[in-house]
């Protein structure tokens, strides 16, 4: 149906790439190179646990942190891609781009932030595994939330209907 005019109309690895890189780099990259400092420090030093019984709680209640924001991020994700993006008909397909990267990425820093209450957690109590946790979880939510082809077509389809409407941003 519409699949096939968008790919032709459209040059959607292009328009995929540059919100797919900058994630990756907020939500793979960063978040490993900060868990391999963790795991030098692991092996190298001795950390304490320095609130004792209260680390089991601690661990739970950040994870209650991390599934709030991972929720928040994606409503965040949907509710910023309902509004208009494109500025003017003739420059769709550059709005477009600009726009996905530009909505996209305060969503993968909120959710690359999950991974901080790993690391936290790490320098408080010493323990490795349960950092690790945060980060994969992090890194799985990035994955739910990632750009795709198909989620692409149906946000292009989505912004031509509002620019039938003349539904433009800021108007």
């Known amino acids: 149906m519409n ?7 459209y040059d959607l690895a292009k ?13 793979v990259f960063v978040p490993m190179v900060l868990l391999l400092l963790c795991y ?3 092996n190298k030093y001795y950390l304490e646990n320095r609130i004792g019984d209260f680390a089991n709680t601690l661990f ?11 929720a ?7 509710s910023r891609f309902r509004k208009p993006m ?3 008909a003739e420059t769709f397909e550059a709005d477009f781009s600009d726009g996905l990267l530009q909505r996209s ?43 795709r082809y198909g989620y692409v077509r149906r946000l292009i389809g989505y912004q031509k ?10 108007g």
């Open 3 to 9: 699949r096939t005019r968008y790919d032709e109309e």
């Open 15 to 27: 328009i995929v790439v540059r919100p797919l890189y900058f994630g990756m780099v907020a939500n």
């Open 40 to 42: 030098y420090v692991n």
């Open 60 to 70: 739970y209640l950040f994870g209650v942190l991390a599934l709030g924001q991972a």
């Open 72 to 78: 928040v991020a994606l409503w965040w994700r949907h």
């Open 86 to 88: 494109i500025r003017r």
């Open 105 to 147: 990425r305060p969503v993968f820093v909120l959710i690359a932030s999950i991974s901080l209450w790993g690391y936290i957690y790490f320098f408080v109590t010493g323990r490795f595994r349960e950092a690790v946790f945060f980060v994969v979880f992090s890194f799985l939510v990035f994955q739910v939330v990632r750009p």
């Open 161 to 170: 209907e509002l620019v039938k409407r003349r539904e433009l941003p800021g």
